[in-house]
């Protein structure tokens, strides 16, 4: 059996740290502003229900493989798959993996921060009281005005690129715990007090009913991919924030029920945006299915007419804000610890390329909201009259999230020993550890597959 190896970068310093830092990366735009407009856009209920499946059944499981795989090789991502790899006599070519989920978390920060900014600039349009009294239509208007001014919004997006470069230059982990801390029980109440208010106003169960009773009519035949995907990108995997986080955690810590609690409170928080966002909806007759300017569309309806409304919506958006930013860092930091290693740069040096490269991919996102709102540069299959955005989106969360699921899963049920997997996890000969290598071994590789063959229209259902 393998030696455990001691990090070299020192362990968090207690299993709290680590849940704080896990929750920030997992916690974000997925929640609040992803899980709700996809939800509208594929009918509700059904979608929903395939959603917490996936989430049940192959998220969670390979959330707790990625901090296994990370706590187990005490090291950065594609150096932990090469390790592990040749621990089993694997090739060593599995560190491939770690390079896709480098990859993958450079295309999403890409768009990532163009959403981010959007939340940022509305802290300051809910806090001058703009909204204040405006109705549905007005609201609506409002947020098609913002995507029209394409140099504001380059602005924007400018400073939160340059914000997020500061604090990962900075080293990430400063800092990052009180703002983790200050977040989440931020965004819980805020949403709560949306979800109350909708209560009061009579208006809650027409939502309610939208996210919680199934209609499998509703469910088009990509939208089990869609599922899969926000499964994926909602937990920050295949991408390896949570390999690298791994590699901080102490070694009495309990994975499993660790990667529960924070899979439980991810989805509480998508579950609890969609009752505070659906009731509006109704409300106002709004269509569900407008898309990714759901929730801009309407939550500002609710600060408009609420009481004390300018305070709770500005509130609203600096914590979406935060839960945002804390995302951007995992999702910056692995691109620069990859070029820092591999070209000998320092830290500083890393963050500025990368973050210029950051900036520079994400103008094609910027401009698809606007002058470039017609250009669909694909003509065939589902990504047919997309935007550039719609694309980028669509290939990461719906391929490349999946498709290094689908291999993390392997990695780890079948390359990896089961001796030193069942080892890491310290679950001795319990059942759920037979069941979590099953899943990884069967269950999540052949419905990944299935689902892949569904979307490129070999199996259709
Ligand atoms: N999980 C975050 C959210 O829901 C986004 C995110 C952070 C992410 N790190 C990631 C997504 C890595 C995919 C991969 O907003």
Not at 45 to 58: M, P, R, S
Request: proline residues 4%; hydrophobic residues 55%.
């Amino acid at each position: 059996m393998a030696v455990r190896r001691e990090s070299k970068h020192g362990l968090w310093s207690s299993r709290t740290a680590f849940i704080f830092a896990a929750t920030g990366s997992a916690v974000g735009l997925g929640n609040v502003w992803k899980f709700p407009y996809i939800t509208g856009e594929n009918g509700g209920g059904a979608f929903v229900l395939i959603y917490l499946v996936c989430i049940l059944l192959i998220g969670i499981p390979v959330l707790i493989a990625e901090i296994l795989i990370g706590r187990r090789a005490r090291q950065n991502p594609v150096h932990a798959f090469a390790s592990l790899a040749q621990e089993s006599g694997a090739s060593s070519a599995w560190s491939l993996l770690g390079v896709a989920g480098v990859l993958a978390s450079f295309t999403i920060l890409s768009y990532y921060v163009v959403i981010m900014s959007w939340a940022f600039a509305y802290i300051f349009y809910t806090g001058s009281g703009h909204f204040g009294g405006e109705n549905a239509e007005m609201v609506g208007q409002d947020f098609a005005g913002f995507l029209s001014r394409w140099p504001e919004m380059i602005a924007w997006t400018t400073l939160m690129v340059v914000m997020t470069m500061i604090v990962v230059a900075g080293g990430v982990r400063r800092g990052l715990e009180r703002v983790v801390s200050t977040m989440m029980p931020g965004i819980v109440v805020i949403l709560g007090v949306l979800i109350v208010y909708s209560i009061f106003d009579g208006r809650f169960w027409a939502g309610f009913t939208f996210l919680f009773a199934p209609d499998f009519g509703e469910i088009s035949r990509d939208s089990i991919i869609v599922a899969l995907g926000h499964a994926f990108f909602t937990l920050s995997l295949a991408s390896g924030a949570m390999v690298a986080y791994g590699a901080y955690v102490p070694q009495e810590m309990s994975i499993a029920k660790t990667g529960i609690l924070i899979a439980i409170a991810d989805t509480a928080v998508a579950l609890m945006a969609g009752l505070a966002i659906f009731p509006l909806v109704f409300a106002y007759e709004l269509t569900p299915s407008i898309g990714p300017g759901l929730i801009f569309a309407t939550l500002p309806i609710a600060f408009g007419e609420m009481p004390f409304g300018a305070f709770f919506g500005t509130l609203f958006f600096i914590m979406l804000f935060l839960a945002a930013f804390t995302s951007a860092i995992s999702l910056l930091e692995p691109s620069v610890v990859l070029i820092m290693e591999r070209f000998g740069l320092t830290r500083t040096r890393a963050v500025g390329i990368v973050g210029s490269a950051i900036w520079l991919c994400s103008m094609p996102t910027v401009l698809s909201q606007n002058v470039l709102s017609g250009f669909h540069p694909i003509g065939v299959g589902v990504l047919k009259g997309k935007t550039i955005f719609d694309i980028l989106d669509f290939l990461t969360s719906n391929v490349m999230l999946p498709l290094g699921g689908f291999f993390t899963a392997l990695f780890t049920a079948w390359i990896m020993s089961r001796e030193s997997t069942r080892d890491e996890l310290a679950m001795g000969a319990s059942p759920w550890f037979a069941a979590w290598h099953f899943v990884l071994r069967y269950i999540a590789p052949i419905a990944i597959v299935i689902i892949f063959l569904n979307l490129i229209g070999v199996l259709k259902f």
